[in-house]
């Protein structure tokens, strides 16, 4: 495995690259790096920048702390459901439906959001 090069040092061996000043082979030689290697971080610079030279790869601490966020959020958003369920008419929360769905989701993905059943949301009263 090779040295580990920051998106700084990797944007530096680009633009030298770049400038022509030395041969291609010799910058990958000097860097211990292949043409390959070269050739992907000069079209990432190209299309991004520095900042899309940068290593997204997490470590496993980054991951487990990623995690631990979203299970958070997703246990507040459990509550707010929740809520809504009891402070809304089933009426209210079919027009909530249609909201969700006109932002994207599927009247399917909105229900289950809401702890909705398909036949309440449905479901129509007969007036006689």
């Known amino acids: 495995?090779?040295?580990?090069?920051?998106?700084?040092?990797?944007?530096?061996?680009?633009?030298?690259g770049l400038s022509e000043k030395i041969k291609l082979t010799q910058?990958?030689?000097?860097?211990?790096?292949?043409?390959?290697?070269?050739?992907?971080?000069?079209?990432?610079?190209?299309?991004?920048?520095?900042?899309?030279?940068?290593?997204?790869?997490?470590?496993?601490?980054?991951?487990?702390?990623?995690?631990?966020?979203?299970n958070t959020t997703n246990e507040k958003l459990h509550i707010v459901v929740e809520l809504l369920k009891e402070k809304y008419s089933t009426g209210e929360l079919r027009r909530i439906v249609a909201k969700l769905a006109e932002e994207g989701f599927s009247v399917s993905e909105a229900l289950e959001c809401l702890g909705m059943n398909k036949s309440t949301y449905y479901y129509q009263k007969i007036r006689i």
Not at 4 to 13: R, V
Not at 27 to 35: H, M, P, R, T
Not at 46 to 55: F, P, R, S, V, Y
């Open 1 to 16: 495995m090779g040295k580990k090069f920051s998106a700084g040092e990797k944007a530096s061996i680009v633009m030298e």
């Open 27 to 70: 910058l990958c030689n000097k860097y211990q790096i292949s043409k390959t290697q070269y050739y992907r971080w000069k079209k990432k610079f190209i299309n991004g920048g520095i900042e899309n030279l940068k290593d997204c790869r997490k470590s496993e601490n980054n991951i487990t702390k990623q995690l631990e966020r979203l």
